[in-house]
């Protein structure tokens, strides 16, 4: 199975359609946003024949539809959520508290902790669990370009994560 990871893309409709088109080319089967989509509009996107979608809730996601608009096509998981596909646990949070964020990775409940926030790309493993930040939209002080990241449950650790430049 193939899983498609976003994150901060802050009501960027631009952004929002190429990582939708990048997820539909590459026929992931599953969408994962980290959360700080924004408002509901923008979740509106992800509304596809191609994926089945979850998001979890960012710091800067100030509108309370977005769940219910969410909900209305995928699957909201509130301020963190977890799942296993294909044998994989994962556990996702957008990673506003650092401490918490950690607390996931160190736990060693998961394979895979995705979490956004930064704005900065990064894959971490640590005791077993794989740490995922796909990136999000571009700040100064983090990624220069808009990145989304793929993991393939064929795969484990760290091959399974690759993240790909789309702005």
Not at 32 to 58: K, L, M, N, Q
Request: aromatic share 10%; with cysteine.
């Amino acid at each position: 199975m193939q899983l498609g990871i976003v994150s901060d893309t802050h009501d960027n409709l631009d952004h929002v359609d190429q990582a939708v088109s990048f997820f539909e080319s590459e026929d992931v089967d599953r969408v994962i946003h980290c959360g700080d989509i924004v408002a509901p509009f923008s979740a509106t996107p992800f509304d596809s024949d191609s994926f089945e979608f979850y998001a979890v809730r960012g710091n800067n996601d100030g509108e309370w539809a977005l769940s219910n608009v969410v909900d209305e096509f995928g699957t909201y998981l509130g301020e963190c959520g977890q799942f296993t596909v294909d044998g994989v646990s994962i556990a996702v949070y957008h990673g506003t508290n650092k401490l918490l964020r950690e607390a996931l990775v160190d736990s060693g409940e998961y394979d895979y902790v995705f979490h956004g926030h930064t704005h900065e790309r990064a894959i971490e493993s640590r005791n077993g669990t794989v740490r995922v930040n796909p990136g999000g939209l571009p700040i100064p002080g983090a990624d220069d370009a808009f990145y989304v990241a793929t993991l393939d449950t064929e795969q484990s650790g760290v091959d399974a994560i690759t993240h790909h430049k789309l702005g």
